[in-house]
Nanobody
Framework: QAQLVESGGGSVQAGGSLTLSCARS????????TGWFRQAPGKQREFVAG????????YYADFVKGRFTISRDNAKNTMYLQMNDLTPEDTARYYC????????????????WGQGTQVTVSS
């Protein structure tokens, strides 16, 4: 059964860094785009970053402001999100998404989802 499994979440202080990973099992990422979304309590799930299948095109939400970097290693079937200069506003559950349209920023643009990993940033 195909799965997406996120890891790397945790608790950090403001200004800290975390790197999230998303491992695909059961099938490859293929030639689809992949992305990261997040959802804070009481808020809707929002787009964070996306990357096309070659990794040559990366796109970010405005609030990332150069702090996050998305990447993927197709040989390892793994996608990453390097997050720097974290703020309490980044506190959320982060979800990996696959089988997406390149440039897609809506959750409906992606067909497969992981269970998420929690990121908590304290001030």
């Amino acid at each position: 059964q195909a799965q997406l499994v996120e890891s790397g979440g945790g608790s950090v202080q403001a200004g800290g860094s975390l790197t999230l990973s998303c491992a695909r099992s059961g099938r490859t990422f293929g030639t689809y785009a992949t992305g990261w979304f997040r959802q804070a309590p009481g808020k809707q799930r929002e787009f964070v970053a996306g990357v096309n299948w070659t990794g040559s095109n990366r796109y970010y939400a405005d609030f990332v402001k150069g702090r996050f970097t998305i990447s993927r290693d197709n040989a390892k079937n793994t996608m990453y999100l390097q997050m720097n200069d974290l703020t309490p506003e980044d506190t959320a559950r982060y979800y990996c998404a696959a089988e997406g349209f390149e440039g897609g920023r809506s959750s409906t643009d992606y067909a497969s989802w992981g269970q998420g990993t929690q990121v908590t940033v304290s001030s």
